[in-house]
């Protein structure tokens, strides 16, 4: 029986369950993981969360100042991390600025190693910018990263965006299971 309980509790751990995209899209902050589609709330104390009194259902989250110097995402160093948390803790995506030293091709082209396949390129544009949407889908999980083709680079800060396409989570936290 004990076996039992044990083997079921790390089935259910984010390690054991994370899907690909999420794994290489997680943030290590102070040697704990943060992914989507996963709730860990040993590493969600270490963020600073702020709900909504409009949407109930969204915790919006950061990586605090004094920790962000102890965070990374693909090995490389961050600026900041933002996460959307639903209310049962589930990470349901998040954004992730590299510092500086980073650039948007050496991170597609670790991207590509590391996932091992082409991304969906995907166009848009505003009045003075034509950009590029590399992204990569798994069916559970999503990492986008937007490159300026044309125009102004603007801040010049290389992002990566992570989002959980698990859906069924409930809308109110009322309609939470008991």
């Avoid at 600073?48 to 990374?72: D, G, H, L, M």
Wanted: net charge negative; glycine share 6%; aromatic share 6%.
């Amino acid at each position: 029986m004990k076996i039992a309980i044990l083997l079921a509790a790390f089935a259910a751990s984010q390690c054991w369950a994370a899907p690909p995209l999420a794994q290489i899209g997680r943030v290590t902050v102070s040697g704990e993981s943060l992914m989507v589609g996963a709730a860990d709330p040993a590493a969600a104390k270490q963020l600073e969360c702020a709900t909504s009194s409009v949407q109930r259902t969204i915790v919006k989250c950061k990586v605090p100042a004094p920790v962000i110097s102890f965070t990374t995402c693909l090995g490389r160093h961050v600026d900041s991390v933002l996460l959307n948390n639903h209310f049962s803790g589930q990470i349901i995506n998040m954004s992730v600025e590299f510092s500086a030293d980073n650039n948007v091709d050496s991170l597609l082209t670790q991207l590509q190693a590391t996932i091992g396949q082409q991304p969906k390129i995907q166009y848009w544009a505003d009045d003075v910018h034509l950009y590029a949407s590399y992204i990569w889908v798994d069916g559970v999980a999503e990492i986008e990263v937007t490159k300026t083709v044309k125009g102004a680079t603007g801040d010049g800060k290389v992002r990566l965006y992570t989002s959980s396409l698990l859906g069924g989570l409930p809308l109110n936290p009322d309609d939470a299971p008991k």
